[in-house]
Every structure is written in C-alpha cells, then in structure tokens.
C-alpha cells in the first residue's frame, strides 16, 4: 500500500519541523501518551506550532514546529502501536541572482526557407 502525503508550506520559508505519522493509534490514546491536550483549530496554510490530524486509512499524523520532536523517544514509542513513518523538514532560505542584457537585432531577420524545428520534429516539413 501507498500512502501518500502532501504538506503545503505555501509561502513559507525557513521551515524547520518535523511529523510523526502512525496507524493504528486513536488521536486520544497518542495525545495522552505524549502528555497533550489539543488546543483548537491551527489557523492559516503552515502549522507555526505542534498539530495533529488524522488521515485516510486510519493514520494519525502529529506535527512538530521542533526540527527533531518527531525522533524523540516518547513520540517514536508510538510506532509499536503500529506503523509509523518520521520526517524531518529543514528548508532554510535560499537566494539566486540573474542577470539579463537586453539585445537588439544588427540585421533583419532571414526566413530561410524551411520549416521550423517543430514542424520538421514532427513531421511537418
């Protein structure tokens, strides 16, 4: 079976968080496990603080702002309830320059003739 996860960070960066996904666990029974209580709903695209959901298929998946929470021992004792997968997300700013120069054509454009690449590529020409 495949399971298959989608996170939306939207427009955030400097991300560093970690989930925890198990099947197999009841919401209740992990939150008392690790000693929390849910808070209400977590507002906007990206979770900026812990978070739990539940899944298709019976997964339970706790969310963690801390980079390495998913790898703590309480959390990974989790995974003899079930199966479990860990993720840890580290995604950090990254910048880039381009450079363009403008051109200007010096001689008029020559039509030689031909089909274009595309129309020879497939058979056009």
Do not use: Y
């Not at 970690?18 to 695209?45: C, I, M, N, T």
């Not at 997964?59 to 990974?76: I, M, S, T, Y």
């Not at 054509?105 to 003739?113: I, N, S, V, Y």
């Amino acid at each position: 079976m495949v399971v298959q996860l989608w996170i939306v960070l939207g427009a955030h960066v400097g991300v560093s968080c970690s989930w925890f996904a198990v099947q197999g666990l009841s919401r209740a029974a992990a939150l008392e496990a690790l000693g929390l209580v849910e808070a209400g709903p977590v507002r906007g695209d990206f979770p900026a603080r812990d978070g739990v959901t539940d899944l298709p298929n019976g997964w339970l998946l706790l969310w963690f702002e801390d980079l390495g929470r998913a790898f703590a021992p309480d959390v990974v004792a989790l995974s003899a309830q079930g199966r479990a997968v860990a993720c840890s997300i580290e995604e950090h700013v990254m910048e880039d320059e381009v450079s363009f120069t403008e051109l200007k054509r010096t001689k008029p454009a020559q039509a030689e003739g031909r089909p274009g690449f595309f129309a020879r590529l497939f058979g056009r020409g």
